[in-house]
């Protein structure tokens, strides 16, 4: 088992789209970057503690790989876009991943430089990269967020087409 934290905006997001992925274990939404201890939703949302939404992955790499992880990361939100995803606004909106070894950093380094070079995006990458050191869990409430709640304006229009793109774009990686 390996593990993995990404931040590309809402978590509710995040959480829903990894949920799907074969080899992925387990994903918790919470806080990483910050230097708040202990921080809660309330401290983060005021956008003092430095820290960013992100998900915790656990994933088994027999089953899913770090690159294929990157892929789906990368596709399920925009890494070009600085401190805001849509209408989230704000620094714990932020695109980052937060790695656990310097495999992890290589590997993700590497992809951002393919990206660029590839001109995938037209305006310039800005997920930031750090060492996953603290991570703090969500309050409950935050938790399988979308599939407690699939009926709700935000599920509907925000989380929604971005599960359905990365179900369409990675159907082979599927639970």
């Given amino acids: 088992m390996e593990t993995v934290a990404f931040g590309g905006g809402c978590f509710w997001c995040s959480e829903a789209v990894f949920l799907n992925l074969r080899g992925v ?45 990157l892929e789906v990361f990368f596709e399920s939100h925009d890494p070009t876009s600085l401190n805001r995803q849509g209408n989230d606004v704000g620094t714990q909106y932020r695109s980052i991943l ?31 990269l750090v060492s996953l050191n603290d991570f703090y869990p969500a309050e409950e409430y935050h938790k399988d967020y979308f599939a407690r709640h699939p009926d709700e304006l935000y599920s509907e229009n925000i989380i929604k087409p971005k599960v359905e793109k990365i179900r369409k774009e990675f159907s082979k990686f599927l639970k």
């Fill in 25 to 69: 274990l387990s994903v918790t939404p919470g806080y990483a970057g910050g230097s708040v201890k202990n921080p809660t939703y309330e401290m983060v949302s005021s956008g003092n503690t430095g820290h960013a939404e992100v998900i915790l992955v656990e994933y088994d790499p027999t089953i899913i790989t770090f690159q294929k992880l």
């Fill in 98 to 128: 937060l790695y656990k070894t310097t495999e992890q950093l290589r590997e993700v380094e590497e992809y951002i430089k393919k990206l660029t070079n590839e001109r995938k995006y037209a305006k310039p990458i800005v997920t930031e």
